[in-house]
């Protein structure tokens, strides 16, 4: 436990100074010469091979963007080319001594990973596992492409397999990997153990994070190796997801069976430049990239300076950190040195570096250097290597012309199959458990210290006639944990991460004494690193597993806003479904902390395709909604109001059923029965509508219904629909701030679907536009009752006697706009 850990005072502030180990630079001098007898003939050949492949592949993105055609054909490409070009060595070296349980996460400019990775896996399969992998792949699409008139082995054409899948998912046709949905910076190959490149700078750092976490809690082989530019240390995101692991609690507090740092490696192609910022002299200040693995932990990430224009250099440094990995001693730091001999991108002519420094880098070509390197050992004459080349530039020419072709490569035909990319945006499958096996507990479940309190309290929040006291009823945070024990006693892949989880239980109380029963490498406290949290869940995800993140604010979200809105939402999608995401973000919405610790987002969310959102206002619809969170495979920010978590359930006359039972994410719920008016309510506000709706009866006599949303996406509007039919009028209300709220898009499609049934427009109810005030001005930043019944008689319907506190006239909502608030 963490209050084991005695911060020693005494210690602390003794005078000291703190020594570190020397870094290595360059220090492999190697050449082909030295090592011959080390490799075989054909493993040297096909380094060559591979780096030539990658060469052309990119010669031709380039001579496509630059002149409109390649090899005399012409063709339009006119997406991402961020080329590869000089840093082939870097690529085949690294993959030269990994497989397909080795993973790799690569950047915006990883074509040469991706295709070294591919080359380097296939070399190391058996014939008939390639044939397989080539049949299941898109139900055998590619392979019926290249197979036609092929003569050659099985390797050979799994190349053209690899190579074609990937030429159709960069030029966007439906016979890419991912149907053309992932494109030139995000593709992959998951039976090669090719994860999906990055379009975010740094962006594949915290995603491969979780790859490894999962692989060490999941306890399977292989390490994971998370490629990314030197420019992508100005990114807190790697920093956060370098600091995370290498986190103490790995070898300190979790279990034997599960001890030591993780099997990742943060692999830097240092090419001096962050797109046309130099980063040594200009926009950074550690002169030496492998200086940062210092700031880290005391094993200084094990970090050192490769030559990348070396792939022998490359070779050894992998092999000798794939021993530290295996030994739980990770992570690893590499700075790979390398060159891009062409711009960031196609369109940059690269007026930030000189004509001498760009002469000075391609005299040294790693290509050239190790074909001449070679022949000078012996290995190969010239005449095989030029057989090489032309081998190369047939295949890639041959799979270009496969591709540009519509009638074997067509794109997806949205008019023909109108779900073609809807399809993939929600898989709504039901998975209760992401692998086989028994749960890594602690104790049986009874045996937990809380789950006995809690069955000695009352289920239900009202009993005779009055409000049980909260602490003899199931509260909002009861019903929270109860679903969350079910599932980490079900699914052996959950884990739940994030800021003072173990041990405190939360913020909140949501987690408390669940360390009874859940060990350190299933629950644990993550760094204050809301970008990592994130970002691990969803690489978690892409290798099979379950995870819960919280953020213990739903303002906290803006330092996850990358890994929430552009990994976590659209992978699923990116795809084409082959990689789920079975992550439940939690996040409480807040009060009484002002402006930085009180918003709800939850609109933010809901304007982001790819993220389910729910937001459960009472006991009973948390567990519910949550348990059917916990069962699918979909992303879900699942909100939580802080006001809620001692509340007890007010509305289901059976309570909170301790009992497993779902609630189908999407379906409103009518809370209170009425036919005069509707109000739809989402989250907290529920509680305020109630009240307005009882004033309006006792004093007004007017019966309203109240809708309770539930869930924000996906929403089913029929019951809303059928309500306004009853009552003609309807009022939505909400936590959040009125201006661009999803409310105002709720009221939106009201109009356009219940037209005919209204006597008045829909008016929304939501947060003033203002910063959120200190608690004591929250009355009048938040919707109350009093605002719906002002609302109510200047908008819908007017009251009679009522008078007004607030004003809701339509010359006040010019004049708000107007100042935009």
Known sequence: ????????????????????????????????????????????????????????????????????????????????????????????????????????????????????????????????????????????????????????????????????????????????????????????????????????????????????????????????????????????????????????????????????????????????????????????????????????????????????????????????????LKKGDGPVLLDVVTYRLCGHSTSDTGPYRSKEELEAWTSMDSMKDFKAQLIEASVATEEELAAVEQNTKKLIVDVFKLTIDDEVSP????????????????????????????????????????????????????????????????????????????????????????????????????????????????????????????????????????????????????????????QLAKWQSMTAGQLKMPVVLRVSVGAKYGAQHSQDWSSLCAHVPGLKVVFPATPYDAKGLLNSALNGTDPVVFFESQRLYGVGEMFNPEGVPEEYYEIPIGEPDIKRVGKDITILSIGATLYNAMKAAEELEDKYGISAEVIDARSVVPFNYEPVIESVKKTGRILLTSDACQRNSVLNDFAQNISELAFDYLDAPPVVVGARNWITPIYELEDHFFPQPDWILDAVNEKILPLEGHKPKFNFTKGEQIRRNQLGV
Not at 419 to 447: H, Q, R, T, W
Not at 470 to 486: H, I, P, T, Y
Request: net charge negative; aromatic share 10%; with cysteine.
């Open 411 to 566: 794109r997806m035909d949205i008019f023909a199959q109108p779900d073609s990319i809807e399809k993939y945006m929600f898989c709504n499958e039901k998975k209760e458990k992401m692998a086989e096996g028994e749960p890594d507990v602690l104790a049986p479940k009874e045996e937990n210290s809380r789950i006995q309190r809690m069955a000695k309290k009352e289920r239900v929040g009202m009993k005779d006639g009055k409000p049980v006291p909260s602490v003899k009823v199931v509260q909002f945070r009861d019903a929270v944990f109860e679903s969350l024990m079910d599932k980490f006693y079900t699914d052996p892949t959950l884990i739940s991460f994030g800021e003072d989880l173990r041990d405190w239980g939360g913020a909140y109380g949501v987690y408390k004494n669940m360390e009874e029963s859940i060990p350190y490498h299933r629950l644990f406290n993550s760094p204050i690193s809301e970008s990592a949290i994130v970002g691990a869940a969803v690489g978690y995800a892409m290798l099979g597993g379950r995870s819960v993140p919280e953020l213990m604010y739903c303002d906290f979200m803006g330092r996850a806003g990358d890994e929430i809105f552009n």
């Open 1 to 324: 436990m963490t209050k084991s850990i005695f911060i020693n005072p005494k210690e602390i502030r003794k005078p000291g100074q703190l020594e570190f180990k020397p870094i290595m630079l360059n220090q492999y001098q190697k050449k082909v010469s030295d090592v011959k007898d080390e490799f075989s003939k054909e493993e040297l050949v096909k380094m060559y091979r591979d780096m030539t492949m990658i060469r052309e592949f990119e010669t031709m993105i380039q001579d496509l963007r630059s002149t409109g055609a390649y090899e005399g054909i012409k063709y339009d490409y006119s997406g991402p080319a961020h080329l590869y070009i000089g840093q082939e060595a870097t690529a085949v070296g690294q993959a030269f001594t990994l497989d397909k349980n080795d993973l790799v996460f690569g950047t915006h400019r990883s074509h040469g990973e991706l295709i070294a990775k591919g080359m380097s896996a296939l070399e190391k399969l058996s014939d008939d596992e390639l044939v397989k992998i080539m049949e299941e792949s898109s139900g055998g699409d590619q392979l019926k492409v290249v197979e036609k008139d092929f003569e050659g082995s099985v390797k050979d054409l799994a190349a053209k397999f690899y190579m074609y899948g990937i030429t159709a998912e960069i030029f966007g046709r439906k016979n890419g990997f991912a149907q053309g949905l992932g494109n030139s910076m995000h593709a992959f190959f998951i039976p090669f153990g090719v994860y999906p490149n990055n379009a975010i700078v740094g962006g594949s750092a915290p995603v491969a994070l979780g790859a490894a976490l999962y692989k060490k809690i999941n306890k399977q082989s292989g390490i994971v190796i998370a490629n990314a530019g030197d420019g992508s240390l100005g990114c807190g995101p790697v920093w956060e997801s370098m600091s995370m692991a290498g986190m103490d609690q790995l070898k300190v507090l979790w279990d034997e069976a599960h001890k030591g740092g993780l099997p990742i490696v943060f692999n830097f192609n240092n090419n001096g430049y962050g797109m046309g910022g130099q980063t040594v002299g200009e926009t950074m200040a550690y002169q030496t990239l492998a200086r940062v693995g210092a700031g880290i932990n005391p094993e200084q990430m094990h970090a050192e300076r490769i030559d990348g224009y070396n792939p022998l250099a490359i070779i050894d440094a992998l092999k000798r950190k794939r021993e530290i």
